[in-house]
């Protein structure tokens, strides 16, 4: 029985880079590939060809054993594929029956038939187990919900053949959960999954096979059943690679961040941050634990700059910098890797080299005066390339030329390049893979072994429990709890994040052998 899909020798060179090597790939029907690769590697390349996003230099593509030219998404969406990128393609003012429907209205006389497409999005999300409102508005919803009605938007062109670029790359540890339950409950209804990821447990929990690309070349392909995550990130980075954190003992010293009864608003003008007091020590990663959403984002643009202080203070080494500018609080030794790196953390037409120092341009040996010293802003740039290992073809191109884990690197790359007392990382890894994910934690080590501060809000719980030193666990605004990280599990962690009291969450979580006496760190 021929596969549903095949990709034959697919090849497509860029200036300066090969992204896809000949690239063989088949898909069966009721299955979920999985593709598996570094930043970079040339996944999302090989599957923006699929989609009739790119032309391919070389190869050809089959559906169900017939060649097939692919020129734009209107011919993937006829040979029913659909694609559900990384960043997503919602427009947020539109309800979620107006965004589905787009580019494709239907029509009653001259009015648009809201009702009938409402009614099939319903009748999708009881099918697929999606639970989606279809009037809402999209701006309203959180990210896992958008991400459902982009699957349905793919559903209702009749896809079944569906590809998803790092899906999870913005979703917390439950959404993903959901998410994988809605993908395993398509392929038993006979819909072919491609899913991108570079998180190696997603793959092995979800995937029935794998295929690995490093450096726009398959190098590897495995059933599931019979990988592990070594063997797969050996693959993916051409070397072994440390799929733990270490660290030595915690020496913390002197508080540098200290807030004390923070009231923060959001967007909507409601109470996100309330009340919240912390200190963070010098010497030491304190991580802030909890459910997307619950005021974590609020805190961290708080003690950036970028968000209104309602009440409360804020000291960096003793100084007051409450409601003072981003520039102010750089100025103090503050380095922030932001949750949303293009919103916040790169100026996406700019070159690399300008994003490489854009909260330093100002200074030497970047600028004196007026005057703009480019070639050691090229220099810096080049060394920085190569020390992070950035894959761009050249420090010349803008940044939004490059992949969502090479932007990531960006960001990181110039925070961590400079003498810093603070760092406050928000998502710090999001999109990046495992290879990357390991120099980074190293970086993050090291920065708290050289005595800064290090603030690390994660949706990832095993990086918190993994590099943090103590936890502070935030529910609904507020810090519920301050733990020892080495006196608390997982389990406990996330009984905690789902609003269970820090008793309740000991007393109904399994304990490890190696846990000692619990106790609360102020």
Same mark, same amino acid.
């Given at each position: ?43 999302s390349?090989?599957? =923006? ?19 097939t ?10 040979? #029913?594929i ?6 997503f ?12 429907m ?20 319903? *009748? ?24 459902? %009605?982009?699957?349905i ?6 896809? =079944?053949?569906?590809? $998803?670029d ?17 993908? &395993?409950?398509?392929?038993?209804q ?8 570079h998180?190696?447990?997603?793959? $092995? ?15 590897? *392909? ?39 009864g923070?009231? @923060? ?7 996100? @941050?309330? +009340?919240? /007091? $912390?200190?963070?020590?010098? #010497? ?15 805190l ?13 203070? %804020?000291r960096?080494?003793g ?5 003072a500018?981003? &520039?102010?609080?750089? *100025?103090? #030794?503050? /380095? ?7 919103? +916040?953390?790169? @100026? ?23 005057? %703009? ?15 992070f ?10 940044? /939004?030329?490059?992949?969502? #884990? =090479?932007q ?38 090291q ?8 603030? $690390?809000?994660? !949706? ?20 519920? !709890? ?6 608390? /599990? ?9 609003? =269970?009291?820090?008793? *309740? ?15 609360? @760190?102020?």
């Open positions: 029985m021929a596969p549903v899909l095949e990709l034959r020798n697919i090849t497509k060179q860029f200036p300066g880079v090969l992204a896809n090597d000949h690239i063989n790939l088949t898909l069966g029907e009721g299955e979920i590939h999985a593709l598996l690769g570094e930043n970079g590697a040339g996944k390349t090989l599957m =923006n060809i699929l989609y009739g996003l790119y032309s391919p230099d070389e190869g050809e593509i089959l559906i169900r054993g017939q060649a030219k692919i020129t734009g998404p209107t011919d993937a969406i006829r040979q #029913g659909g694609m559900v990128h990384q960043h393609m919602l427009v947020p003012v539109l309800t979620v029956t107006e965004n589905v787009l580019g494709e209205e239907t029509t009653r006389g001259l009015m648009l038939d809201r009702k009938q497409v409402a009614d099939k999005i319903r *009748e999708l999300s009881r099918k697929h187990g999606l639970e989606v409102d279809p009037d809402a508005k999209v701006e309203n919803l959180s990210v896992g919900v958008r991400q459902r %009605v982009e699957i938007k793919v559903l209702y062109r009749s896809a =079944n053949i569906l590809i $998803l790092e899906p999870t790359a913005v979703l917390t540890p439950q959404e993903a959960d959901d998410l994988f339950g809605i993908l &395993r409950s398509l392929r038993q006979g819909v072919s999954i491609i899913f991108i990821s998180k190696l447990r997603e793959v $092995l929990a979800l995937a029935d096979r794998v295929t690995v690309i490093r450096r726009g070349r398959v190098v590897g *392909e495995a059933q599931t059943a019979g990988a592990s995550q070594a063997m797969l990130a050996e693959l993916m980075v051409g070397r072994q690679v440390a799929l733990t954190v270490e660290k030595t003992a915690v020496h913390a010293t002197e508080p540098v961040l200290m807030f004390q923070l009231k @923060v608003l959001d967007n909507h003008l409601h109470l996100a @941050v309330n +009340d919240a /007091s $912390l200190e963070v020590r010098a #010497g030491e990663i304190l991580g802030v634990a909890g459910v997307q959403g619950n005021g974590q984002t609020e961290v643009e708080a003690l950036t700059g970028l968000r209104a202080v309602q009440n409360g203070s %804020v960096i080494a100084q007051d910098v409450t409601n500018s981003p &520039r102010k609080i750089t *100025e103090c #030794g503050v /380095s922030h890797i932001p949750e949303d790196r293009q919103e +916040d953390g790169l @100026v996406l037409s700019f070159p690399v080299y300008d994003n490489l120092i854009i909260n330093t341009f100002y200074r030497p040996p970047f600028a004196k005066g007026l005057v %703009v010293n480019q070639k050691a802003i090229v220099e810096q740039a080049d060394g920085l390339i190569e020390q290992d950035i894959r761009t073809p050249s420090p010349a191109v803008p940044v /939004s030329n490059l992949s969502g #884990g =090479n990531q690197k960006v960001i990181v790359a110039r925070e961590l390049n400079r003498p810093i007392k603070l760092l406050i990382a928000n998502q710090p890894t999001r999109g990046l893979d495992v290879g990357s994910i390991e120099f980074i934690h190293q970086q993050l080590v920065k708290r072994d050289e005595g800064a501060a290090v603030l $690390l809000v994660s !949706a990832e719980l095993d990086e918190i429990i993994g590099l943090a030193d103590r936890i502070a666990v935030m529910f609904k605004g507020q810090f519920t !709890a301050i733990v020892d990280a080495d006196e608390v /599990s997982k389990e406990q962690v996330g009984l905690m994040m789902a609003g =269970n009291s820090l008793e *309740e969450a000991l007393a109904n979580a399994p304990r490890t052998a190696a846990t000692k006496e619990r106790a609360i @760190v102020t």
